[in-house]
C-alpha cells in the first residue's frame, strides 16, 4: 500500500490534521528560504560604494538601448541594400542571356 493510499484511509480529522501540519512546514520552510535570500540581498546591498561605482563606469560604457537598436537596424538595412542590389543583377544577367538567345534556343546574329 502507498503513502498516499494509507493517508486516505485515515479518518477524516485525522486527513485535515496531516493537511494542516504539512503546510505549516511548508511554509516555514519558504519563509526560511525567503530570510536567507533577504539577508543576502541586504549584503549586497551594503557593498562599499567602489564596486558600484565599477558598475557604473561599465554601465556608462556599454550603449543604450535604442543606441544597440540604431546600429543593428542599419547593419540589416546595409545587408538588405546589398542583397538587393546583387538579386537586381542577377536578374539583369538573366535577361541579357534571355534577349542573345532566340525562343528555338539558337543565339542571335
Same mark, same amino acid.
Given at each position: ?9 485515515? @479518518? ?35 557593498? @562599499?560604494?567602489?564596486?558600484?561605482? /565599477? ?7 556599454? @550603449? ?7 546600429? =543593428?537596424?542599419?547593419?540589416?538595412? =546595409?545587408?538588405?541594400? /546589398?542583397?538587393?542590389?546583387?538579386? =537586381?543583377?542577377?536578374?539583369? =544577367? ?8 532566340? @525562343? ?6
Amino acid at each position: 500500500m502507498s503513502f498516499i493510499e494509507k493517508i486516505q484511509k485515515q @479518518p477524516r480529522r485525522k486527513r485535515a490534521i496531516i493537511l494542516w501540519v504539512s503546510t505549516g512546514v511548508v511554509m516555514l520552510i519558504i519563509v526560511f528560504i525567503w530570510l536567507f535570500s533577504f539577508s543576502r540581498s541586504l549584503e549586497k546591498f551594503n557593498q @562599499p560604494q567602489e564596486t558600484t561605482k /565599477a558598475k557604473q563606469t561599465e554601465q556608462n560604457s556599454m @550603449p543604450s538601448l535604442f543606441e544597440s537598436l540604431k546600429r =543593428d537596424f542599419s547593419a540589416f538595412k =546595409d545587408i538588405f541594400k /546589398a542583397s538587393v542590389k546583387e538579386l =537586381d543583377t542577377k536578374m539583369q =544577367d538573366i535577361n541579357n542571356s534571355q534577349n542573345t538567345t532566340e @525562343p528555338n534556343g539558337e543565339e542571335q546574329k
